[in-house]
């Protein structure tokens, strides 16, 4: 995939596996990154970036393995971020060596403010970096892309110069990045006008932005920036990233897809073309959604646009009355263009394994054959409690079993007592890797608390529960609840994912799923199985 600087269409950079999983909590590993970047290959994203490889080993193997993986002919560019450092350059380098597309993305900060206080070096010091590391990421691949941090807060007189640089050595991409969410729409859409006139050889390059969204207005920003020049869009899925996040992929999307009409004029287009401004397959859209949030455990919000719960959801009378007569009166998109599908029942009790797997197939899902027979398991346990199975449903069961830690503790048994009348009270058993199993009980305040009290009885390790959420996944009594937790230890933030048609077996199994992943990033010797030493 080679793309021109002079495409007429809007280029999508996905960056959820590298600025989105900097959310905390939102940790993810190796093979769960995988699971996001074939998702988001399906989704048609233009360019991924898979990681920042010169963090951590498991960036790097992170980065390596998606570029092995998805880094195909037909796939789309593999990017991984790097500092204006050779050790970082030379490290990106080597982790994209398997992607027949790949790009190097590196960056300095422009702004007086790091300048001064982060990277403690002079504006001259800064126009000598930024050719010199370009023109070496340049020796190692075609595709490279330059970003001036903090752009948004930075001289633009001394923007035009870094940014002439930098195209001048090789740079085919030149990113301008919001880094603190400080800009308006207006300021930002002038920023972006003010590289384009300013800029001598700004025509050979794409002009990319990447924005946070500290004041809400990220989305909007970019939009500002495409009317201006801007081709390139860095964003994720469901806007998760540091603080409080970046540009959502599926609201630029969809806003660009929605109103192309008035988008068409701006990248040369007759205004009534009918022609999608971006590559990405919005029938994708619910559905990664759906796998990030469950496997980095970021919910999202029911009035969250384009993919809340609540997205299409009508209650108002007025518009309940309007939307029979005729959907446009309330509805600007329909929900199946986003792939939010009737809910149609596609399986039953009597179901066999092979239409269980196909169905999985079909809504994307690739589970290893262990993983297939454990999900088969719980979907014919689903079977037998609930008449009607929907592709919700198997989703979840899915979700499940691709979001499961690395399995430390098993949760055998979980058994609670309560009433208007009666103290809260749970009794728990556990299994380490060893079969050993540990049992205690526990009173609270309710039987979620007593549940949860009663396992740190048996792990012993402190923890603070940071956030709880219970979401019912399809309507009805016997729907499955789905129970996110956040958990705080050590300075870090572990998050942990179950569903269950009980909600309490599911919050159990949520909470242990959090301490599992709590006692991997341990040290070694007390994440193998040697449990007495952090139990003690």
Excluded at 60 to 85: K, M, N, Q, Y
Excluded at 495 to 505: E, K, M, P, Q
Aim: hydrophobic share 40%.
């Amino acid at each position: 995939m080679k793309i021109q600087p002079s495409s007429d269409r809007i280029i999508i950079f996905d960056t959820t596996l590298r600025d989105g999983e900097q959310c905390p909590g939102a940790t993810l590993n190796v093979d769960e990154k995988l699971i996001v970047a074939r998702q988001l290959a399906r989704l048609g994203v233009d360019v991924m970036e898979a990681g920042f490889a010169f963090a951590s080993q498991g960036d790097f193997e992170a980065v390596h393995r998606i570029a092995e993986t998805v880094g195909t002919e037909d796939g789309p560019v593999i990017c991984s971020l790097a500092r204006a450092v050779r050790s970082d350059i030379e490290t990106a380098a080597r982790a994209l060596e398997p992607a027949v597309h790949k790009r190097i993305h590196t960056f300095l900060a422009t702004s007086d403010i790091h300048l001064q206080y982060k990277l403690r070096k002079t504006r001259q010091e800064v126009l000598d970096i930024v050719p010199e590391m370009v023109a070496y990421a340049k020796s190692f691949v075609e595709d490279v892309e330059f970003s001036p941090e903090d752009a948004g807060r930075s001289d633009p007189e001394f923007l035009y110069q870094v940014l002439e640089l930098a195209i001048a050595a090789g740079a085919t991409t030149v990113n301008i990045p919001d880094t603190v969410g400080y800009t308006t729409p207006a300021e930002f859409g002038a920023l972006i006008r003010g590289i384009k006139e300013n800029v001598p050889n700004i025509d050979q390059a794409i002009i990319s932005v990447h924005g946070h969204n500290d004041l809400g207005l990220a989305v909007a920003n970019f939009l500002e920036a495409v009317k201006n020049g801007a081709r390139q869009l860095e964003c994720t899925i469901n806007g998760i990233g540091e603080r409080a996040g970046n540009a959502a992929l599926e609201e630029l999307v969809m806003g660009l897809h929605v109103r192309r009409q008035y988008y068409n004029p701006f990248l040369g287009r007759p205004a009534d073309s009918e022609t999608p401004l971006t590559q990405i397959k919005t029938q994708e859209i619910y559905k990664t959604s759906r796998l990030v949030s469950n496997l980095t455990g970021m919910l999202v919000q029911p009035n969250k646009a384009i993919v809340g719960a609540n997205a299409f959801a009508h209650e108002s009378g007025i518009h309940q009355d309007g939307i029979l007569k005729n959907k446009l009166t309330y509805e600007i998109m329909d929900a199946q263009s986003i792939g939010l599908n009737n809910n149609l029942i596609v399986l039953g009790k009597h179901s066999g394994r092979h239409a269980f797997a196909h169905r999985l197939q079909e809504l994307g899902f690739e589970l290893s054959d262990s993983d297939i027979n454990k999900a088969f398991i719980k979907f014919k346990d689903l079977a037998d409690k609930k008449k009607e199975i929907t592709d919700w449903d198997l989703e979840s069961i899915a979700n499940n079993e691709i979001h499961q830690a690395p399995e430390l503790f098993r949760l055998e048994l979980v058994q609670v007592s309560c009433g208007d009348r009666a103290r809260p009270t749970a009794t728990v058993i556990l299994r380490t890797p060893t079969g050993e199993e540990l049992m205690d009980a526990a009173i609270g305040t309710g039987p979620v608390d007593a549940v949860y009290k009663a396992i740190n009885r048996v792990v012993n390790i402190p923890n603070e529960l940071i956030e709880f959420s219970v979401q019912s996944v399809t309507a009805g009594i016997d729907a499955i609840g789905e129970v996110t937790i956040r958990l705080r230890a050590e300075g870090r933030v572990f998050s942990g994912h179950a569903a269950n048609t009980d909600i309490i077996v599911a919050a159990a199994t949520a909470y242990v799923n959090a301490l599992n992943r709590l006692y991997a990033a341990l040290e070694p010797s007390n994440a193998t199985g040697d449990l007495k030493t952090v139990m003690a």
